[in-house]
């Protein structure tokens, strides 16, 4: 089956500091990705829509100069928090659409900004 | 607007019992249906996708049926184990390339 590697899996970094979270699709290639954002007990909430070759697409109310998304492959997306906060602390994950229709999710990455 | 909602938010069963979550959806024009589980700080697992034009999907002891005309969907769990625990998603999506529409989801306990 479709999978999707997101890597890393948890990261602590200290405030000010830059963050990037890697997004790979292992055995498809994917046009589109998608990056989410989870806090503890909540729904998924997608941040931004990512497009090989072109710009993402952000989500209202979402800052895209904070949460830098670059697609450049068909297999690699990569979403940077810069200048992490304490409030950027949170669950990120991506996923893709599979050559089925459906969507493969990658592990997620937990982020503490200290 | 697409929305999607769970019932029930949450269900506690013992072992053995075979249960129905339920998913429903205001707007029938979707491309598919997908059913996820996702345990406590991990990323979602993909459990089953029904094309718009199936009726339901089969995986082991999971089968998900879908009616699109009433917009509703039920996953069925045959004989729940432990493992099951996990919260299940149900999500819609309505093209090639749209974004995903969650349901609120069912945090599911299976006791020993």
């Known amino acids: 089956g479709a999978v999707v590697s997101q890597h890393p899996s948890w990261v602590i970094c200290k405030s000010g500091t830059s963050v990037k979270i890697e997004c790979r699709s292992l055995?498809?290639?994917?046009?589109?990705m998608f990056w989410y954002r989870q806090f503890p007990k909540q729904s998924l909430m997608l941040m931004a829509t990512?497009?090989?070759?072109?710009?993402?697409?952000?989500e209202q109310g979402v800052e895209k100069d904070k949460f830098l998304i670059n697609h450049a492959s068909l297999t690699l997306s990569t979403l940077t928090v810069t200048s992490a906060h304490p409030e950027d602390s949170s669950f990120y994950i991506c996923?893709?659409?599979?050559?089925?229709?459906?969507?493969?999710f990658g592990s997620g990455t937990r982020l503490t900004v200290v | 607007k697409q929305e999607v909602t769970q019932i029930p938010a949450a269900l506690s069963v013992p072992e053995g019992e075979n249960l129905v979550l339920n998913c429903s959806f205001t707007?029938?024009?979707?491309?598919?249906l997908q059913w996820f589980r996702q345990d406590p700080g991990k990323g979602l697992t993909s459990l089953l996708l029904?094309?718009?034009?199936?009726r339901e999907q089969t995986s082991g002891r999971l089968n998900a049926s879908l009616d699109k005309s009433s917009g509703r969907s039920t996953l069925y769990i045959a004989a729940s184990q432990p493992g099951d625990s996990a919260t299940y998603l149900c999500?819609?999506?309505?093209?090639?390339?749209?974004?995903?529409?969650f349901g609120t989801g069912t945090r599911l306990q299976v006791t020993l």
């Open positions: 996923s893709a659409r599979d050559r089925l229709g459906g969507y493969t």
């Open positions: 055995d498809f290639q994917a046009t589109t």
């Open positions: 990512s497009n090989e070759g072109s710009k993402a697409t952000y």
């Open positions: 707007d029938s024009a979707i491309y598919n």
């Open positions: 029904i094309q718009s034009s199936q």
């Open positions: 999500a819609t999506n309505t093209g090639t390339a749209s974004k995903l529409t």
